[in-house]
């Protein structure tokens, strides 16, 4: 029995507990007794505790022990025992116990919530494991096999087939090289290991299909001074604790480089490094190329698209510490790294919003980074092209991280020439009525770049074909809009079977329902019209004006539709490298960090997607958008172009990213974000309220923003206008309705983080602030609808 006997037994420990479902109120957990047999329980240790009144066994983390006499003990007669140990899974390092408990804290979410999204679910019931046996000669094999007694035939063809392998394609993969030796069993294989003949290692199959994806030979360049200057001065913070840097290097600049050799200082050192990019199924290329260039090294791959066994692999392989290397996207950022091993983080595409989660805990990757760094006492290192104004205003205003600038493409690389083009301008050049989406200085481009051999990428950041469905009578007016969302609807095509008409349909993109194509419109009989933007279009425009490009061969199409998983995109992108596939024409997808150097032209079909959405955050969206993208092409002997279409060529966010001059945007932009007081001069959380009734919706919202106003209005007292907590709203998110659920926004606004974490704790334990389905708090909101 685990409940406390009065009297017969004096507690000495006390732990506090996380448990995945408990309430909000307990931001530490809940405290429990230490029963005498588990004096040495540690904090991220995994437990069994009653929970309730039936005393239901649950699951928790140990967040912290505390010694019963160093605090006002609870009323020890009501106090319940930790059960026992739970599990053969590793505890967590205390350092990421410590990281939860400040997410919890900051994002304000439930540990137990926090530390349950840290933990791969596999971890927690500790299932499954997947490996692959890799073979190699051993060393000194050929004394070996003289020794061996009697070695069969097909161990002679096992030995023959390896040693004419190339020896960078060693070690094989064992199911390879039995094929390849044509054998009918793993036996021959084992016997050649007994005799000290072969070797041979397991390896997870995460790391051995991304060790599939090697580049070959990547050689490595000597480093220009500008490199070399940061690779010194980030590569001596290694071992002498925390400091936060920022690269901000123009696009093929040689930042990955950069980042190759800092991993490198780490290793040497002794350290772990670990290394964020953005959704790294986005990254195919960065992770080919780390895995490159240390072959030798173990890598611990963390992302999304894994398994829930490989995911628990990956986890054990870190937590045991036999990967020095790991990599991934967000949630790679709780990889269970040992205690003291950390040696560098390194995050790059630092501005990339694939950072921020959108639900709970709604941490932010990179912000998580630097708090991990500081934990553990090592330097972090973001890096980008477009750095986010908050990681730029962290630099050049408030000095807290330093700066390290590479302004120079890579040795033979120029940037390439950005042309902004007036869309509304040609329009008047078309010489027919049709609605066209490339105008011919674009169309014009895209031709001659095929004609003399390049490759081309083409952007449109909005998927689908059309986002408008109306009624062709404009007279009529009706336009269709989701029935669960305050959004309209967009139409999408299928595949065609070869030659026949594409299929339509429509679907909302906030609640992904779908439906057919209206025949008719409801209101009035007559015939529906599609129009607008849409990816799909694009591909479509583009087979018409260039019969030459063939969908699914010559050309793809690569956006969260055409691709299914990451092989889809591994596999796309193999054939762009191969030369296969001429044109690519995508979403933000073919936006990142790719690099081909046979890119000559990046087209840019609307600019203006993102310009105009009621987000204080669209120029710097957009400014990020048009540099990144123009930034995939001039990677090769050629210098590259790039055509930015646009019905604002005026506007700084795009008129600066086609000059390359991120420093004029960000000081423009800033000065206008301070006279607006928005971040980063100010920390913003975003309370929303969703309720299917409006009215309920409403009123929440309103006694919630009332409450919070009258909190601030407390916290404020003393204080000088500048450090106020400012409460506005309740007013409806621009979204007002998403999946039936009406949605009313209060927003909140601080000087400092420190002051905005505190008043969202203290509303918090109050009880005014309670997160959960009906309220989500967002803190450092990244997106805005
Ligand atoms: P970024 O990450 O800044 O966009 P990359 O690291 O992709 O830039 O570098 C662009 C290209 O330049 C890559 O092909 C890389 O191998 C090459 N490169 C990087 N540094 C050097 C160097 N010092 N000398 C020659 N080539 C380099
Ligand atoms: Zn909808």
Redesign the pocket.
């Known amino acids: 029995m685990s409940l406390f006997a009065p009297g017969d037994r004096t507690v000495a420990l006390l732990a506090q507990v996380a448990v995945e479902r408990s309430v909000d109120r307990y931001p530490d957990g809940l405290t429990y007794a230490v029963p005498a047999t588990l004096a040495d329980l540690r904090a991220g240790e995994r437990v069994r505790v009653p929970l309730g009144r039936g005393d239901t066994p649950v699951e928790g983390i140990v967040v912290r022990t505390i010694a019963a006499d160093s605090e006002p003990a609870p009323s020890a007669a009501r106090l319940k025992f930790v059960e026992s140990r739970s599990g053969d899974a590793p505890p967590m390092p205390a350092q990421l116990v410590e990281l939860a408990r400040w997410i919890s804290a900051y994002y304000v979410c439930p540990v137990g919530m926090t530390l349950a999204a840290m933990t791969p679910a596999a971890v927690k019931r500790g299932t499954g494991t997947v490996t692959r046996a890799f073979v190699d000669l051993a060393s000194g094999w050929e004394a070996a096999l003289a020794a061996a007694k009697r070695v069969s035939a097909q161990q002679r063809a096992a030995i023959g087939a390896l040693h004419a392998m190339p020896a960078g394609d060693r070690p094989v993969d064992l199911r390879e090289l039995r094929e390849r030796a044509g054998l009918g069993t793993d036996e021959p294989v084992k016997r050649l290991v007994a005799a000290g003949i072969v070797t041979i290692e397991r390896r997870s199959t995460v790391e051995a299909s991304w060790r599939a994806e090697r580049v070959l030979a990547?050689a490595e360049?000597?480093?220009?001074t500008a490199?070399r200057s940061v690779v010194d001065a980030v590569g001596a913070a290694v071992g002498a604790g925390f400091s936060q840097h920022l690269l901000f290097?123009?696009?093929?600049?040689?930042?990955?480089?950069?980042y190759m050799r800092l991993i490198r200082r780490a290793l040497d050192a002794g350290r772990t490094a670990l290394v964020l990019v953005p959704e790294i199924a986005l990254t195919p290329q960065t992770g080919g190329r780390l895995l490159a260039r240390f072959p030798g090294e173990r890598v611990a791959i963390l992302h999304s698209g894994l398994t829930a066994a490989q995911r628990n692999q990956q986890w054990n392989l870190v937590s045991s510490g036999q990967v020095r290397l790991v990599m991934g996207a967000r949630s790679a950022v709780f990889a269970p790294v040992p205690d003291g091993q950390l040696g560098i983080v390194i995050v790059?595409e630092e501005h990339d919003s694939s950072y921020k989660q959108d639900q709970m805990p709604r941490y932010h990757g990179r912000d998580v980074a630097i708090r991990r760094a500081q934990l553990a006492g090592c330097p972090v290192l973001l890096?980008s092209?477009t750095p986010s104004l908050e990681s730029w205003f962290n630099a050049t205003e408030r000095k807290a991280s330093a700066l390290h600038v590479?302004r120079e493409?890579?040795?033979?690389?120029r940037l390439p020439s950005v042309q902004v083009v007036d869309f509304a301008e040609e329009r008047r050049r078309f010489p027919d009525q049709r609605v066209h989406l490339l105008g011919p200085t674009l169309a014009g481009a895209v031709q001659t770049t095929l004609d003399t051999g390049g490759q081309v990428l083409i952007l449109l950041n909005r998927r689908g074909y059309a986002n408008y469905i109306a009624c062709a009578d404009a007279r009529c007016g009706w336009l269709m809009r989701c029935d669960r969302c305050d959004a309209g609807m967009i139409c999408h095509t299928l595949p065609s079977p070869a030659g026949g008409a594409a299929a339509r349909y429509v679907r909302c993109h906030h609640c992904q329902s779908e439906q057919r194509l209206p025949r008719e419109c409801p209101q009035c009989g007559r015939g529906i019209t599609v129009f607008g933007l849409g990816v799909q279009r694009v591909e479509e425009e583009l087979t018409r004006l260039h019969p030459a490009l063939v969908p699914g061969s010559t050309m793809l199409r690569i956006d969260a539709d055409s691709m299914q998983d990451a092989e889809d995109f591994h596999d796309a992108l193999g054939r762009f490298g191969r030369g296969e596939v001429r044109l690519l024409v995508g979403t933000q997808m073919i936006a990142k960090?790719l690099?081909f150097?046979g890119v000559r032209l990046v087209g840019v079909v609307n600019a203006d997607t993102a310009l105009n959405l009621p987000d204080f955050r669209a120029a710097e969206r957009t400014f990020q958008l048009v540099s990144q993208v123009s930034?995939r092409c001039g990677?090769g002997a050629d210098a590259g172009r790039a055509i930015v279409q646009t019905f604002q060529p005026d506007a700084p966010a795009i008129r600066l990213a086609a000059a390359h001059d991120f420093e004029s945007f960000a000081a423009g932009e800033l000065d206008m974000r301070r006279k607006f007081g928005l971040p980063p001069w100010k920390r913003m959380a975003r309370a929303v309220v969703r309720d299917e009734s409006e009215e309920r919706a409403r009123e929440d919202a309103e006694s919630l923003a009332r409450a919070l106003a009258a909190a601030a209005e407390r916290a404020n007292v003393g204080r000088t206008p500048e450090e106020h907590i400012q409460v506005s709203g309740p007013f409806p998110c621009p979204i007002a309705r998403i999946a039936d659920r009406w949605r009313m926004q209060v927003e909140m606004m601080a000087p400092t983080a420190a002051s905005l974490g505190k008043f969202l704790t203290s509303a918090r334990n109050e009880g005014t602030l309670r997160p959960g389905e009906a309220v989500a708090v967002d803190v450092d909101p990244v997106a805005l609808m």
């Open positions: 990547d360049p000597e480093l220009t490199q290097g123009v696009t093929g600049a040689g930042k990955t480089e950069v790059d890096g092209a590479l493409r890579a040795p033979g690389l960090g690099d150097p930034g990677r």
